[in-house]
């Protein structure tokens, strides 16, 4: 059975510093992987994909991808109390259905002021 | 520029009473659609999905159907509603190969009494 595994939490961080949320999935053929946010009582928002190995960069977020170790990662940059929110990784298995993601169960960060 | 949207926003229901949701998405064609369901401190559940008009795929076993009556409509439905059917119902889409992700409506809060 295809997985995403991540850490529940909560991961707590202090305003200014830099959040690291990782994943890791057990499909070695994936091919897409992506980040999703979730404020409490809404919708999951696309933040960040990434489909190379590596790091990809928008604004404060960092999305970084090791293929070979499948694991990929988020870095968020100066958090604020407003990124406070369950982070879902998801992730692109291979074969047929590769249009169905996989979700993490997600980890839910805290950004203390 | 491509929206989903989903209603209602919120819904009470008794137990044994029937269901409808409805998802439609806008500027796009032939998407593939998803209903999800998200229990309270729980991760997404994959309802049911639809690569086209007419066809839906079931993830589990349950008092749920969906139908696809037109190509960017997507319909959640149950005929007696039990209390393990509360929850957070979301619809999605994507485009066929799933390469950019899924794009989540707002979602639809059922609680069953």
């Known amino acids: 059975q295809k997985e995403v595994e991540q850490n529940s939490g909560p991961l707590s961080v202090p305003e200014g510093a830099i959040a690291s949320l990782n994943c890791t999935y057990s499909?070695?053929?994936?091919?897409?992987f992506f980040w999703y946010r979730q404020y409490s009582g809404k919708s999951p928002e696309l933040i960040m994909f990434?489909?190379?190995?590596g790091d990809k960069e928008d604004g404060r977020f960092t999305a970084q991808l090791n293929k070979a170790s499948q694991y990929v990662s988020l870095l968020i940059r100066d958090s604020q109390p407003s990124d406070s929110a369950t982070y879902l990784c998801?992730?692109?298995?291979?074969?047929?259905?590769?249009?169905?993601?996989?979700f993490g169960k997600g980890t839910k960060l805290s950004v203390i002021p | 520029s491509q929206t989903i949207h989903q209603w209602p926003a919120t819904l009470v229901q008794p137990v044994g009473s029937p269901l409808s949701l409805e998802c439609t998405v806008e500027?796009?064609?032939?998407?593939?659609l998803y209903w999800y369901r998200q229990a309270a401190g729980r991760g997404l559940q994959l309802l049911f999905y639809?690569?086209?008009?007419?066809?839906i795929s079931s993830e589990v076993p349950q008092n749920l159907s969906a139908s696809r009556p037109q190509d960017r409509q997507f319909i959640l439905s149950s005929k007696k509603l039990l209390l393990s059917d509360s929850g957070f119902y979301l619809c999605?889409?994507?485009?066929?190969?799933?390469?950019?992700?899924?794009?989540f409506g707002s979602g639809t809060r059922l609680t069953v009494v």
């Open positions: 999605a889409w994507s485009e066929p190969g799933g390469r950019y992700g899924y794009t």
């Open positions: 998801a992730v692109n298995p291979s074969g047929a259905g590769s249009y169905q993601l996989t």
């Open positions: 639809s690569v086209g008009i007419g066809q």
């Open positions: 499909d070695r053929g994936s091919q897409s």
């Open positions: 990434i489909y190379s190995n």
């Open positions: 500027g796009t064609s032939n998407p593939n």
